[in-house]
Structures are given as structure tokens and as C-alpha cells.
């Protein structure tokens, strides 16, 4: 089913699955889902089956899973099953950031969104939840770089809830935690003190607030839109201690990654990705296991809080 943006004076086409379309006519729970995790996370076919595995997630959690993604000209509002195959096996398909959405909309060529433009994607197309397991965020060494994520400047505009295992720790997460503080994003650590650091459970830095009930969550997450805010609310959950990777051990790999990528010039958009995939070498299978797991946990913990947010919403509708 094809929508155009109401009120757009250039209209932007949203291509929503009939699953997806169905379940946000009714108010049913929707979780958006990034697709540059599909292209730029995992090789081949292992970014197929987990994509798969946390589409599978969000249904466990309550809700309907729907994978962004852009080709033709068109946002997708959840892939169908080709159309993640088709992603997950073709090489060469940009991350897009918010950034480049109008650039690659305009071109037709295809992308993979990254958290940014999921969330402009999510807003535009009505659905109040994402789930991803590792926010962009400040750049160790930002100071001198200026490498600050645009996931954190989206977060300032997109009504969308963010649900994550925060954010790895190759950032600088005490910097990342100031940024958000300062651009008045909320952040909720649901059931948990700390602010996780992906496969890791805990960034060893307190969370901002900490509340422990999924209709409270829903509750603060409508609270910050009826205050006026446009921006997101970021929950986050640790994954399970038996997934979690020990901080320490790849701290020495993060700061060698980092090394290599200033010394070879990797800049940009290319940072993440470059030093994401040294840390997983230099931990050999050890955190690929461990960052499969977070992802499925993340969208099963993003499946249940959407659920009881459609709850919520229903509840104070009557
Ligand atoms: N952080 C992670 N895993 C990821 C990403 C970030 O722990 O996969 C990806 C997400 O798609 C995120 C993007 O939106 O990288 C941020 O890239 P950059 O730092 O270039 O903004
Ligand atoms: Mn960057």
C-alpha cells in the first residue's frame, strides 16, 4: 500500500507492508526497525537471519515489526521477506543518514537507513516506537573531531520513542549522556540504574532515571509530547548477564581499533562501521554472539513497551 505524506507540498511516497498498514489503522503496536544494521552490521547471510530473528523478536515482545528501508524513490514501512533477502545480499547499499534521505529519495537509488532516518521515516509515517540496539553517539576525541552522531541531533526532532542497550562503547558514552542532557532528551533505563553499553551491560554511568514499569514508561513517553516536546524519549534495557560482554575485556581492542582507523584516515560516516568491525575481529566470535543477542533483545524489550504504549493510548482514549 502506497501513502503519500499529508500536507506535504513535495510528497514523500511511504510504501507501508498490509501487516504494517493494518496494525497502525487499528492502533495496534508497531515497532520500527533500521535497516543499516542489515547492510553495515553483519556479513552475509548472517544479516539476513538476524534481521529475521528480530523481526521474530518484536512479534515475542506484542507488537508488528516494521524494517525501513528506501529504493525507488519510496520509503518501505516494513520489508517483506524478498525485500530483506534482497538487502541483506546486495553489496554497496549506503547507510543513509537523515542527511542523505533527500539525496537518495530524489536519486531513486536504494539505502539503508541508519537510527536518524529511521526516525524521520517513523515519524512520518505514524509509528511512536523504534527499537534499536546501539544509539550513534559522541566520538571519543569529538573535541577535536566534531564527530557527534546525527542520531543525537534527530533525537531533538522525531516524536518517536527510541528503544535501545544504549550505545558501544568505541564512543565516548559520558559525552554522549551530556549531549542528551543538554538538548532535553529524556532518558528512561527501564529496570536497570545504569546506562548499558550494548553487549556490554553497564557504561559503569548512571542513567539519567530509572523506572521499571512499561505503563509508566508509556505514561512518561506521552507526558514529554503533551509538555510540547517534538523530540524522542530514549528507554534503554541492558542485555542479559548471560549474553553481556565484560567491559574491560574489549576496552584494549576499542583503543586499538581507534588507533588504526586515525591512522589510516577513516573519517566520517566510515568511523562506526571501521571500528565496529576491528572490535569484532579482534574479539574473534565472542562479539558477534553477543551482538546478535542484544539486537533480538532490544527489539523483544522494544515489542513489549510499544504494546503497552498502544495500551496506554487506548486506555486514556476511552
Ligand atoms: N552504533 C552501534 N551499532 C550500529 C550503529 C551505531 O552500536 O549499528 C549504526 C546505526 O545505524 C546508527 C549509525 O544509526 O551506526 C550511526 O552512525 P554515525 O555514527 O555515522 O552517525
Ligand atoms: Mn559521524
Given at each position: 500500500m502506497t501513502t503519500h505524506v499529508p500536507g506535504a507540498r513535495r510528497p514523500v511516497p511511504l510504501v507501508y507492508t498490509d501487516e504494517v498498514a493494518t496494525a497502525l489503522a487499528a492502533g495496534d503496536p508497531v515497532v520500527a526497525l533500521e535497516s543499516n544494521v542489515i547492510t553495515h552490521g553483519l556479513p552475509y547471510p548472517d544479516n539476513a537471519a538476524t534481521a529475521r530473528k528480530v523481526e521474530q523478536a518484536v512479534r515475542a515482545g506484542g507488537a508488528v515489526p516494521a524494517t525501513f528501508g528506501v529504493d525507488g524513490g519510496r520509503i518501505l514501512v516494513g520489508m517483506a521477506d524478498t525485500d530483506i533477502e534482497r538487502f541483506a545480499a546486495t553489496a554497496g547499499i549506503p547507510k543513509v543518514s537523515s542527511r542523505d534521505l533527500p539525496v537518495v529519495l530524489a536519486a531513486g537509488t536504494p539505502g539503508a537507513t541508519t537510527v536518524a532516518s529511521s526516525l524521520v521515516a517513523a515519524e512520518l509515517a505514524g509509528i511512536p516506537f523504534f527499537a534499536s540496539a546501539g544509539i550513534g553517539g559522541v566520538h571519543r576525541g569529538a573535541e577535536t573531531?566534531?564527530?557527534?552522531?546525527s542520531d543525537l541531533i534527530q533525537f531533538t526532532r522525531s516524536k518517536v520513542a527510541v528503544v535501545c542497550a544504549?550505545?558501544?562503547?568505541?564512543?565516548d558514552l559520558g559525552l554522549t549522556l551530556e549531549f542528551l542532557e543538554t538538548h532535553c532528551v529524556p532518558v528512561i533505563s527501564y529496570g536497570f540504574d545504569d546506562f548499558p553499553a550494548f553487549y556490554c551491560r553497564s557504561s559503569g554511568l548512571r542513567a539519567p532515571h530509572r523506572l521499571d514499569d512499561e505503563t509508566l514508561i508509556a505514561r512518561a513517553v506521552e507526558t514529554h509530547w503533551a509538555l510540547g516536546n517534538g523530540g524522542a524519549v530514549l528507554v534503554t534495557s541492558p542485555t542479559t548477564e548471560e549474553d553481556a560482554i565484560d567491559g574491560d575485556e574489549i576496552e584494549a581492542a576499542i583503543a586499538q581499533a581507534l588507533r588504526s582507523a586515525a591512522r589510516g584516515g577513516v573519517r566520517g560516516g566510515a568511523v562506526t562501521k571501521d571500528v565496529m568491525r576491528a572490535v569484532d575481529r579482534a574479539t574473534e566470535g565472542r562479539s558477534a554472539a553477543a551482538n546478535a543477542a542484544v539486537l533480538v533483545h532490544t527489539a523483544e524489550v522494544g515489542g513489549r513497551l510499544a504494546a503497552a504504549h498502544s495500551e496506554y493510548r487506548r486506555q486514556e482514549n476511552r
Open positions: 573531531s566534531m564527530d557527534i552522531s544504549g550505545a558501544k562503547k568505541i564512543l
